[in-house]
């Protein structure tokens, strides 16, 4: 009965606070989460092809997940997938993955039809120590400078492929709560060079191909310059 | 049998009732017309009677993740509340225009209130700030009530809800320098994102730069 109870005000006082995750041992595996955003009863943003098709957010960053997931496992990456069918994920049970996976690159998959390029997004929190227990819908903050580092790793990947890319930093709940380097990625319709607008479409395949090439290529950069027992900032 | 000068009262009579049935009804026709003429001309708002001043509008522009300084003459209320009202609804306005840089249905009517209150220096200001700046003493809390139907109607996507909250908080600031945080409700209630993604539930500091920043180009 008194363990009943002590289990009872444990899971009423664990889902405030995260426990920071402790190194993992040297040599061990470097893992990449992927979140592909919404799904389920979240549809998320409506993505409109220049012919008039249509597509779901919530599809779109399922199947951009799949294919960096196969781009990442062909180089040897071990990765960690919020959701790999229709299902609805709230933003607490995404951060909760990508903490138990202990991993050293958190990427929140979005699509959307305004701007161009690509997207990426930090958490807005001020950095903060690092400490044991850290309240959830902070936690990200003790990760803000690697998370930092992380999108100009990306930022760099995808500008050398050619893409257009805007960085900025903003509030996201389930990034806000991650104990991981994290960045929200946001694909936004194709700007060609030297074009000031949207030009393509954001469903196009190339296109997504080559999205996920940059990104999986700035993944790679990223492993090399971070050591795998060096999760905790 | 019916003397003779009773049926001739009885046809003036008669005669009479007609001609004043005939002319009430021009009458009442006439009445109608100039009730439809009144309701032509009358205001269909308010006279402003605000002086006019110089207000800045920090534009928000989605091709280049940016927010553009626009100094613009309105008729501000001396108040503050007012005062910001007006200046958010006119930074809606600009939005809800054709070929608007930053294109959000709603213009002015999103904006169901303003609400300014002495900030608190409380935990709920940390939530957006990790810990970091603390609004100084004297600075206030703007609480900005959206219409539901601003938020449902907005476009879903992370740049383009950050963008519109970055441009409200940097409005504000810029206008009303006392106000250093920005709550947001959405029909009275707290709501979790603007569209699926920008965090309502958290107090945004105006003076946080978490606006985006240009990143290499190809």
């Known amino acids: 009965m008194r363990w009943s109870r002590l289990g009872a005000v444990l899971a009423a006082v664990i889902p405030a606070v995260a426990l920071a995750q402790s190194p993992p041992a040297p040599g061990s595996r470097f893992v990449v989460v992927l979140d592909a955003a919404h799904g389920g009863d979240d549809a998320g943003a409506k993505l409109l092809g220049p012919d008039g098709s249509a597509e779901l957010e919530k599809d779109y960053t399922l199947a951009l997940s799949v294919r960096l997931r196969s781009l990442l496992a062909a180089r040897g990456i071990s990765v960690v997938t919020t959701r790999e069918s229709d299902v609805t994920l709230d933003a607490q049970r995404r951060a909760e993955i990508a903490n138990h996976a202990g991993a050293q690159a958190c990427l929140s998959l979005h699509a959307a039809m305004s701007g161009s390029g690509v997207h990426l997004f930090i958490s807005s929190l001020s950095p903060a120590q690092h400490a044991t227990f850290v309240p959830w819908k902070t936690a990200q903050a003790a990760w803000t400078p690697r998370s930092i580092a992380l999108a100009g790793m990306l930022n760099s990947a995808l500008a050398h492929s050619g893409l257009k890319v805007t960085i900025g930093r903003t509030a996201l709940t389930m990034i806000d709560s991650m104990t991981c380097p994290a960045v929200a990625v946001e694909v936004a319709p194709e700007q060609a060079a030297g074009s000031s607008g949207p030009s393509g479409g954001i469903g196009d395949s190339a296109y997504q191909a080559q999205v996920a090439e940059a990104i999986a290529a700035g993944l790679l950069e990223w492993r090399a310059t971070t050591p795998a027992e060096g999760q905790n900032p | ?218």
């Open chain 2, 1 to 218: 049998m019916i003397p003779r000068y009773q049926t001739v009262l009885f046809v003036i009579l008669l005669a009479a009732s007609m001609v004043m049935g005939a002319v009430l009804w021009q009458l009442r026709d006439r009445a109608h017309q100039r009730l439809l003429a009144g309701e032509d001309s009358a205001p269909t708002r308010a006279p402003e009677v605000a002086p006019v001043e110089q207000a800045t509008l920090m534009v928000a522009n989605d091709a280049d993740d940016s927010l553009e300084t626009r100094i613009l003459s309105l008729p501000l209320p001396a108040g503050p509340t007012g005062r910001a009202r007006a200046v958010l609804g006119r930074l809606l306005d600009l939005y809800a225009a054709a070929g608007a840089a930053h294109p959000v249905p709603g213009g002015a009517q999103a904006i169901a209130d303003v609400f300014l209150l002495p900030a608190k220096h409380s935990s709920d200001a940390q939530s957006s700030a990790g810990g970091g700046s603390r609004p100084a003493s004297g600075e206030g809390l703007a609480v900005v009530n959206l219409t539901g139907a601003f938020a449902s109607s907005h476009p879903s996507g992370i740049e383009t809800e950050a963008l519109t909250i970055l441009s409200i908080c940097a409005t504000l600031r810029a206008n009303l320098p006392q106000v250093s945080e920005v709550r947001f409700l959405v029909d009275g209630q707290p709501r979790a994102t603007l569209a699926g993604h920008a965090d309502l539930t958290r107090t945004y500091l105006t003076s946080e730069p978490t606006g985006p920043a240009g990143g290499d180009q190809p």
